[in-house]
């Protein structure tokens, strides 16, 4: 079994201070929570970006301005800019997060259209998925592809296999707890229907974060944790720190018997090229 890496998805689009008052907003708030996550062991950081209101944005110019920064503190960390951005973003402005120096190693390609609850419906159509892919492959991105139940996998394949526009082995992150329940039922489910050679994260948002946490790191997948999917530690008690999650997915995997991987080990699981 691989060893563990563990992502931490540091501040979302969605949740606000209001929720948690450790949610980072800033560009000095966001390094300092990547780099709890990075201190506690995680090796990939996904990140969204705010303007200091909290407003998201994916406006190339922040995005830089807080990769920049984040290297600074954390220099191997991976680093994967989110282009789902927010409810409501066109395309163009999704993709500006891939437009930084240098080109990211991974950035995140969502799979489907997803139904957020009320009214969000977060929009994701095939020429969407397609165009996304093939920029990404154009500029050495990886993808990491998102996943909120088992047809978005089967439209990654479909993107993959007929069109030639992912590269296999490719790495799949399963979001459990939107539109799929968040049972090791599901999870297993998930988990069997990618091609082998594949790699995979897993999260569960809200109260689903932990029993998912535990039961990916049995199974042999990857760990998502994160202020994005999920605000306390237990029930009722709001997390401090994106830091303070990642040490409790490291405890999880000690007692279960996995190591965890370092930036560079990550790279190496997930077919990334060596760092330079």
Same mark, same amino acid.
């Given at each position: ?23 980072? #907003? ?11 996550? #990075? ?13 200091? &209101? ?151 948002? *809200? ?21 994005? &999917? ?5 029930? *009722? ?40």
């Amino acid at each position: 079994m691989d060893k563990l890496i563990i992502s931490a998805c540091i501040c979302g689009a969605e949740v606000t201070k209001e929720q948690n008052p450790n949610v980072p #907003y800033t560009v000095e708030e966001i390094v300092r929570e990547a780099k709890s996550a #990075y201190d506690a062991g995680a090796a990939l950081i996904h990140l969204h970006v705010r303007w200091d &209101d909290g407003t998201p944005t994916q406006s190339k110019e922040r995005f830089q301005e807080c990769v920049d920064a984040i290297r600074k503190e954390c220099p191997d960390v991976i680093i994967q800019p989110s282009t789902g951005g927010a409810v409501g973003m066109t395309d163009l402005e999704r993709l500006e997060s891939t437009d930084i120096v240098p080109t990211p190693e991974m950035a995140t390609l969502d799979c489907g259209t997803c139904n957020f609850g009320g009214d969000e419906i977060f929009t994701n159509t095939d020429t969407t998925i397609e165009n996304f892919a093939r920029i990404m492959k154009e500029k050495g991105i990886k993808p990491e592809l998102e996943v909120f139940d088992k047809g978005m996998i089967d439209t990654a394949l479909k993107v993959a296999d007929r069109k030639g526009l992912l590269v296999h082995p490719m790495h799949f992150d399963f979001v459990l707890g939107v539109q799929m329940t968040a049972t090791i039922r599901d999870l297993v489910f998930m988990a069997e229907s990618i091609p082998a050679g594949s790699t995979w994260t897993a999260t569960g948002l *809200g109260k689903n974060a932990w029993h998912i946490a535990a039961a990916t790191i049995s199974l042999g997948g990857h760990v998502r944790v994160g202020f994005e &999917d999920n605000l306390y530690m237990e029930k *009722g008690v709001l997390a401090e720190s994106n830091g303070q999650m990642v040490a409790k997915a490291v405890e999880i995997a000690k007692l279960l018997g996995r190591e965890i991987a370092t930036p560079d080990e990550a790279r190496e699981i997930l077919s990334l090229p060596p760092r330079k």
